[in-house]
């Protein structure tokens, strides 16, 4: 199927390049636009408490305004706030909100915001809209803090803008450009790299160009799907399409380049090398991109719908990537023949591999040796594990000089943590009868005497009376573990417990959502990775028609992402003293080292079934794949993962956990996994690795070499 494939691309490449622009620039065209959702549904299913709360609020207090932001004011020397002082906050925010900044509702004040130890003052900054994180609010909060500065200049005070809307300007400002950065560090690793190993300007910016144009289709087919079919997309995902896409985009150019260099080498015609290539390496290939994309689907099966959005829309970037790596690669190189390597003549003379010969001896000649070592090291990193603590509070990643940051900590020297974002607890009663003054006096006592709560707020009762809402300020921050622990067990509890006969209590807010999300998360470690690997495992028998070789192969991808999860774990967490990592890693460090780097298992595992059909024994098949792959996968492992170690640039410490976790994962499958454990087991088992499908010596005969004369033949 894959030479019918080959040779058609090859043989009409006009008619594969043409079809290919066609489509991406009537996708780019036609396609929808991929738009920003702050729905809470992306995120929690209706089960879970907080989004049934959430509901609750929109039915019952449809006009309850929580700040986006807060204006935290205090004295220049620390000192307590003076009558004066109180009177000048109260007169700046009332000029604040005189200037009627878009987005901004109202800048509010008022006797109680002034912290019982009299040196903190509050300003509420109410928005018109209820996503705190909307870019136009975001915009409004960097406006009143430039509109504030000039207002403190005749006053003893100084001022700091915190809370959600703030943090979010500041996280913004400290990423910077991300995409664009990912963007460029991608395209000069590709450009670099390819020219450092084919030394050939057109192989360094062609699959720059064919990515790019695969890009355009696979944003206009997810946008299509989105608007068609249902499936939730945002822009959010076109960050990481960017990685998915020019991640294995050019692994899998490098694939089908490297075996074709080989066949030219071996005295083939150009056009007849790129047809033996794509049939050769076109199952493997497919196989690579069908682990992936089952990895990818296996999203659908998570709680959260952040996940759910991600999965489809990755897979059929993937998809879109396989199918111009089998058509669109083949008819641009077709075109070119030999001249793609121009000005190199390398492609004429076999390479000494060295390197990779000496690699692929070791692992043939002390298998035993070879995989106990690297089968220890990866289990030692995979300790680290055990410590792994999730940390939800995003804020804790951003660097400390930001005003949000520092704004929040002075606030704390006034008031609770949790006075930033309170947490929000609802009475319902069940029956048509109102709540009754004397229950909702006790149920709101029951909620202070919780360890951890500071205060709780008077009920402020519906209008029918049937529904009632608390206010509860939290000891601990707001999005922090000891919060969330808080939420989900004893504040929680107390309030189910201590509900009125005949109703119910919930507990919502930002808090309660992060102790939902965290059920979920867990839920969903337990659902996704086993379905996902059992699928992987299929494809591989499938590709290898063996029960064997998928076992060993799946046990040491399971033990590659132990130890990347481990040795981020220790280099952030412990040695960094960190009180947790992000909370998505594991499912990061899922999608981009067990999932891509299986790409580099797949294809060390293939040439090694390869070899052995041709008759040689599992030392020398060994040795022999191994040279033949280092190069290959060193290159593309190398491209990836320096694209995403650009991330450690970044001044968050959640891009520095997520740019080394990923960075060092796929060196880890590439250099470790793929080029050494995996070639040493199958050694060690030999003929067994294949059981029960393939014999040594069963496979089909090599395609006979053909001579450069013959490429003015027809093909």
């Not at 509900?499 to 996704?528: F, M």
């Amino acid at each position: 199927m894959f030479g019918r494939i080959g040779r058609a691309a090859v043989l009409r490449p006009w008619l594969t390049i043409a079809a290919w622009i066609v489509a991406a620039v009537a996708l780019a065209a036609l396609a929808p636009q991929l738009k920003s959702t702050g729905d809470q549904a992306d995120f929690l299913p209706s089960h879970y408490e907080s989004v049934q709360a959430a509901e609750v609020q929109e039915r019952a207090f449809p006009q309850h305004e929580q700040p986006a932001a807060i204006a935290v004011f205090q004295r220049s020397d620390g000192g307590k706030l003076t009558a004066a002082d109180k009177s000048d906050v109260a007169g700046i925010s009332s000029r604040l909100q005189a200037l009627g900044i878009d987005h901004v509702k109202r800048v509010e004040t008022n006797e109680q915001a002034v912290s019982p130890n009299g040196r903190i003052a509050l300003a509420s900054v109410v928005a018109t809209v209820e996503d705190p994180y909307d870019p136009e609010l975001v915009d409004a909060v960097e406006e009143l803090r430039a509109e504030a500065r000039p207002l403190l200049k005749d006053t003893e005070l100084k001022l700091g803008v915190t809370g959600q809307a703030a943090s979010a300007l500041d996280s913004q400002e400290a990423s910077g450009d991300t995409d664009a950065m990912i963007m460029s560090a991608t395209l000069v690793l590709i450009v670099v790299l390819l020219l450092l190993i084919f030394r050939s300007p057109l192989i360094a910016v062609l699959p720059v160009l064919i990515i790019g144009l695969a890009f355009m289709v696979a944003t206009g087919l997810i946008a299509t799907a989105a608007e068609l079919g249902g499936l939730k997309a945002d822009n959010s995902i076109t960050a990481i399409l960017i990685v998915v896409l020019f991640g294995v985009g050019t692994d899998y150019i490098l694939f089908l380049l490297f075996r074709h260099r080989e066949q030219l080498r071996s005295g083939q015609a150009p056009k007849q090398a790129m047809i033996t290539a794509v049939t050769l390496v076109g199952e493997t290939i497919a196989s690579a991109a069908g682990a992936v994309i089952v990895a990818f689907m296996a999203l659908l099966l998570s709680t959260m719908g952040m996940l759910r959005t991600m999965g489809p829309s990755l897979a059929i970037s993937v998809a879109v990537a396989l199918l111009a790596g089998l058509t669109l690669v083949p008819a641009v190189f077709s075109l070119l023949g030999t001249k793609a390597y121009w000005p190199s003549k390398s492609w004429r003379a076999e390479p000494k591999h060295v390197l990779a010969g000496r690699v692929g001896s070791l692992a043939s000649r002390r298998p035993g040796a070879v995989a106990a070592v690297t089968g220890g090291v990866l289990a030692v990193l995979s300790v680290g594990v055990l410590g792994f603590r999730a940390e939800f509070d995003m804020n804790s990643s951003l660097p400390q000089n930001l005003e949000s940051v520092r704004a929040m900590k002075d606030m704390e020297r006034g008031f609770s943590a949790g006075q930033s974002d309170p947490t929000t607890v609802y009475l319902e009663r069940d029956g048509g009868s109102a709540l009754t003054a004397s229950e909702l006096k006790a149920f709101g006592a029951e909620l202070v005497k919780v360890e951890g709560v500071d205060t709780a707020s008077p009920a402020v009762p519906g209008q029918d009376g049937r529904v009632a809402r608390y206010s509860v300020v939290l000891e601990h921050n707001p999005s922090g573990s000891k919060a969330i622990e808080l939420v989900a067990g004893p504040l929680r509890d107390t309030a189910h417990r201590a509900a009125p006969e005949g109703s119910e209590a919930l507990v919502g807010g930002t808090t309660a959502v992060l102790a939902d999300i965290e059920t979920a998360v867990s839920h969903d470690y337990k659902v996704v990775f086993p379905v996902a690997g059992a699928a992987i495992m299929l494809i591989l028998g499938l590709l290898l028609r063996s029960v064997v070789a998928p076992l060993y192969l799946m046990l040491s991808v399971a033990l590659g992402f132990g130890a990347t999860l481990g040795a981020t774990v220790w280099l952030f967490q412990n040695s960094q003293g960190k009180d947790g990592l992000l909370f998505t890693l594991p499912v990061i460090v899922y999608l981009f080292v067990v999932a891509i780097g299986t790409d580099y298992n797949i294809l060390m595992v293939a040439r090694l079934r390869e070899e052995i059909e041709q008759g040689r024994s599992p030392r020398e098949a060994a040795a022999r794949a191994v040279a033949r792959c280092v190069p290959t996968i060193g290159a593309a492992s190398v491209i990836l993962a320096g694209t995403f170690g650009v991330l450690m640039l970044a001044e968050s410490s959640m891009l520095q956990q997520m740019g080394f976790a990923v960075a060092f994962g796929i060196l880890l499958t590439a250099f470790v996994m793929a080029m050494l454990l995996v070639p040493a087991l199958t050694t060690l088992l030999g003929r067994r690795a294949w059981w029960p499908g393939h014999k040594v010596g069963s496979g089909p005969e090599p395609a006979p070499a053909r001579t450069r004369d013959e490429d003015r033949t027809p093909v």
